[in-house]
């Protein structure tokens, strides 16, 4: 007996959408002739269209599931029968030689698959069974570690992937691609780059699907980035601190510029430089986070001049909170 379109797509008829969806592309990736070796992988295919645009349809879908419920109505007379397990060329219904209210019912439910012997649905059936639809290639996700440099003057890195994804086959694997990437400047911390057409690959000679990276910037223990905004480590001099000096410093877009540390500055006090951060079309702000830096003691000169610190502020108690 032939199989139903439920049984060619392997689901149940509670089946939803989405999992008729899934077992399409499932078998769709097993016997598209183009990667199948089975002999009969063309003719297989075709089954699996027609169950596919049949049961993908709500109206269709209801229309078949009417014919699986009321078996009765078709019969086998020689002809040719289709994958649906029902008859294209005769139509009846028991009873068709009663009365003409009887008949009219027959016209009723005749008009649900189409006028003439075989019905404009069955028609339109046997014409899909001659095509195949294509469907896009899933879109593929990665991510991306840069130099917060980047973010100043853009870039173009060849970088490589290992994306999971699933052969022709349908089968899990570890996909190698090897891409140049334009990075442009003003990437945000978690903004994605979209290229197109290197995700999964399509079915049946549909689109690819796209690939997105997700912009990432290393974090060190001197320079870490949130959002716009870049957190850098400043290292200052203890007098620089107390006496509140101009210092110049080597910001990380490679510039060098002059700031002024306020008198009396202490570790992790940040100095704000407005629209300094990432050049974003609202541009962040780069902030300074200073860190006094004591020099060791090494020759008699040295720790000579700690005394004398140490005798100017006498009444300093650091650990008197």
Do not use: C
Not at 138 to 157: C, F, R, V
Not at 243 to 271: H, R, W
Request: proline share 4%.
């Amino acid at each position: 007996m032939p199989k139903s379109h439920y049984e060619v797509l392997g689901i149940n008829r509670n089946a939803t959408q989405d999992q008729i969806k899934k077992a399409y592309r499932k078998l769709a990736r097993k016997y598209h002739p183009d990667v199948s070796k089975e002999s009969d992988a063309e003719e297989k295919m075709q089954t699996i269209n027609v169950a596919y645009d049949t049961l993908s349809n709500e109206e269709k879908k209801a229309e078949y599931d009417f014919q699986l419920d009321h078996p009765e109505a078709f019969y086998q007379s020689g002809a040719q029968t289709g994958t649906d397990g029902f008859d294209n060329a005769h139509f009846y219904r028991q009873g068709f030689n009663q009365q003409h209210s009887n008949f009219s019912d027959f016209e009723d439910l005749f008009g649900r698959f189409g006028s003439g012997f075989g019905g404009g649905n069955y028609q339109y059936q046997n014409q899909q069974r001659q095509q195949q639809r294509s469907y896009k290639g899933e879109d593929q996700h990665a991510s991306l570690e840069i130099d917060p440099e980047i973010a100043y003057h853009g870039a173009t890195q060849q970088i490589t992937l290992q994306i999971p994804t699933l052969n022709a086959y349908g089968e899990p694997e570890v996909q190698r691609k090897t891409l140049q990437i334009k990075i442009p400047k003003g990437m945000k911390e978690g903004q994605h780059i979209r290229l197109s057409g290197q995700g999964q690959n399509g079915i049946n000679g549909g689109q690819n699907g796209d690939l997105y990276i997700e912009i990432h910037y290393k974090h060190t223990a001197r320079i870490r980035v949130e959002g716009a905004d870049i957190y850098y480590h400043v290292d200052i001099a203890p007098w620089e601190a107390a006496l509140g000096q101009g210092i110049e410093i080597s910001t990380p877009d490679g510039k060098k510029i002059q700031v002024n540390v306020p008198k009396n500055a202490k570790t992790g006090q940040q100095l704000r430089l407005k629209d300094k951060g990432i050049p974003s079309k609202v541009p962040g702000h780069l902030y300074l986070v200073l860190n006094v830096v004591y020099p060791t003691a090494q020759t008699e000169h040295e720790q000579q001049a700690y005394q004398a610190f140490a005798e100017a502020f006498a009444t300093f108690k650091p650990r008197n909170a």
